[in-house]
């Protein structure tokens, strides 16, 4: 299905980039995954490698200009060019906007958003010269919608929806599609991260599973298998769009807690 594409997928180390990774070259795919986690981006190299898949590991900060220029460089020059482009590294503070200092603010909008607009900036360049291609924007359901305590999370995950729109617009004649996946809640380092702020982290999970309607917390893969097909042709008249890859989390009015009020008339 991706024969002859490159991808790149930062974040790729572990989490969601991991499994979009292992989709991709799964594909057919040569996949480049950037993360500024040397340690982890090893150990996801080694482990797609022994798996037969084609995957290289770049040791990048995908927030710094530098350094997304130079990593795009070496793709090219390793790989031959960019099709596609998962826009997956991130990372999540909490606070509200009277709590969060400046600095967090900086860092998550500068992680999340323009570290996106980053890698869009100078791999849009290289997609064009091979004659078009995709880029898929991991967003969150919070790209839709809010949690309390998280005004900088909501902000740059509000941002990258407008950024997935902005660029499918400004580069569809050019044979661009931009798409944005918006996750729920995902078995990841960063879901388990947050949970072991609390002093019960399994009471955090236990919320998790009991917002989504299929009453369960998602995994990497099916996240990564949407991703796969919206870069794919199976796709190729889908752009500008954001699908939610939620457990139907956004789905119910007033949330889960609400329908399990006992709230209208009994079920029959």
């Avoid at 040397?38 to 995957?55: D, M």
């Avoid at 509200?96 to 607009?117: P, R």
């Avoid at 796709?235 to 699908?243: E, L, P, Q, R």
């Amino acid at each position: 299905m991706l024969n002859n594409k490159v991808a790149v997928v930062t974040g790729g180390a572990s989490g969601i980039g991991f499994a979009c990774a292992w989709e991709l070259a799964e594909h057919g795919a040569a996949v480049a995954i950037i993360d500024r986690d040397a340690n982890a981006g090893r150990r996801a190299l080694q482990e797609l490698n022994s798996h037969g898949r084609a995957v290289e590991f770049i040791e990048a900060d995908v927030t710094l200009e530098s350094d997304v220029k130079a990593a795009n460089q070496q793709i090219v020059s390793a790989l031959g060019g960019i099709h596609i482009l998962v826009n997956n590294a991130g990372i999540l503070r909490y606070g509200t906007v009277t709590s969060t200092s400046q600095e967090s603010w900086d860092e998550v909008l500068t992680g999340n958003l323009k570290s996106a607009y980053l890698m869009s900036k100078f791999a849009i360049p290289e997609m064009i010269r091979c004659g078009g291609g995709a880029i898929v924007v991991v967003g969150s359901v919070q790209s839709f919608t809010a949690q309390r305590n998280s005004a900088a999370y909501v902000v740059s995950k509000h941002g990258l929806l407008g950024l997935t729109r902005s660029m499918a617009l400004d580069y569809a004649r050019h044979n661009i599609r931009v798409n944005c996946v918006c996750p729920g809640a995902i078995d990841t380092p960063m879901l388990r991260w947050a949970a072991s702020l609390d002093r019960n982290p399994e009471r955090v999970l236990d919320a998790c599973v009991r917002s989504h309607a299929l009453d369960r917390i998602g995994q990497p893969g099916e996240v990564a298998r949407v991703v796969a097909f919206l870069v794919s042709e199976s796709a190729s008249f889908v752009t500008g769009s954001a699908i939610a890859v939620d457990g139907g989390l956004l789905v119910p009015s007033g949330g889960m807690a609400f329908q399990e009020s006992g709230t209208g008339a009994p079920e029959t």
